[in-house]
């Protein structure tokens, strides 16, 4: 999966961000206990069955840091069964995963939580961190306050300057504020591999050695990513998994089993009411199709995270809703076939947006913007199909892919899945 927002990333890391008045960020280090993980551990080590979730990026859905926590859990505490939610999805933030919460996390029932969008958050604003995960936060324990939450941080290479120097960078700072705010424990993984990456104990990014030659070159540092974010499993991941183990021990015996307090708001205009609607007939004009998951291979693909999943392909084919509440976005996808979407909110001017992107080899979920930052009131919607095609062609050649079948390209589809919403769907 790609990384959004990379080119933002490498420019922000390099600048100081401001958190707002009377700031003063804390040292970076490995691991910060606060209030602990004692239901959990609890749980544990009574020999219980636990679930243990994983909300992030696609640094998450490798076979990497969460496959070997699991494990970790698993060897230390073999008379336990302990189960996974992997609710991870590449190329996604903070802003998606409070929408996503409730379908692909919480109504697994999870007894612990681990929750990883430092580096998908790198480009965003303090401010837009704030809500998201502070949405995050909230909706967990509201659904059930006993779940225990640990953040997790990763990096990537822009990202070592700030760790070499014990500061945060700026999105893991401002999730250090939430997680302060409520007693959450966090970990950055990554602090140990910038360390390592200063003393030349460790190549951030390269090539693993394939020849006894590239091997004695390479000498005792490993290397840790190929591409400057993903580590490989065997270097990289390695070393995020070694900082869990090093901070569950530290995090052991800290706070009191029992129901999490659920404090006053750090931020007002926080996401805890940000919901996921499944799309409705009603809502959709002829055409549209609701694709089986037993014989349509996109709805198969994508059934654990859409509840439906809808496609239309012919101009004028439209979806309308209301709702009451100040944003709304739609859970899409993007892909070889995508068209363009024109979007109406009230009386404001439309505006075209494309369902293709420069990495639409293939298909992967996504979420179209329709408004943000409206005042709080029932607004009115209507996403119509476009009958022209974006330039696929010069789309794609910013990444130098080209178009390889004529056919998979040939299109103006629309797959749409649900409402995202702050507020609620009105009638």
Partial sequence: MHYRNWTVLVFVCFFPVCFGANTVLPEALECRPREGLPNVLDKLNEGGSVRIAYLGGSITAQSGWRVKALEWFRQTYPQSQVGEINAAIGGTGSDLGVYRLEYDVLRHKPDLLF??????????????????????????WRADPTTDICLVYTLVEGM???????????????????????????????????????????VFTGKQ?????????????????????HPYVETGHELYLQAVVRSMKKIAGKGRK?????????VPDNWENATMVPLQPA???????????????????????????????????????????????????????????????DDQDPVVKPRFDAYCTYHRLATL???????????????????????????????????????????????A???LVLGEIVD
């Fill in 115 to 140: 929750v990883e969008f430092a580096v998908n958050d790198g480009g965003t604003a303090p401010e837009q961190i704030y809500r998201s995960m502070e949405g995050i936060v909230r909706k967990i």
């Fill in 160 to 202: 070592c300057g700030d760790l070499q120097q014990g500061r945060y960078p700026p999105a893991a700072g401002a999730m250090e504020r939430i997680a302060d705010h409520y007693g959450i424990p966090s970990i950055h993984m990554g602090l140990e591999v910038a360390r390592l990456t200063a003393r030349n104990k460790v």
């Fill in 209 to 229: 050695p394939s020849t006894d030659a590239e091997r004695e070159t390479l000498g005792d540092r490993i290397v840790f990513s190929p591409d400057g974010v």
């Fill in 258 to 266: 029992g129901a999490h307090p659920l404090r006053d708001p750090f």
């Fill in 283 to 345: 809502m959709l004009s002829e055409g549209w199709i609701k694709l089986d998951p037993q014989s349509h291979p996109l709805a198969r693909r994508f059934a654990d995270r859409m509840p439906v999943l809808y496609k239309a392909s012919q101009p004028g084919q439209t979806i309308r809703f209301r709702f009451r509440g100040t944003a709304a976005e739609m859970y899409d996808l993007l892909g070889p076939d995508g068209g363009q979407v024109i979007v109406r909110v």
């Fill in 369 to 415: 913007t329709v408004a943000r930052g409206l005042k709080e009131g029932i607004h009115t919607v209507e996403l119509e199909i476009h009958p022209d095609q974006p330039d696929k062609a010069a789309i794609l050649a910013k990444r130098n892919e080209k178009i390889d079948d004529p056919k998979r390209f040939d299109d103006t589809a629309w797959y």
């Fill in 417 to 419: 899945g649900a409402i």
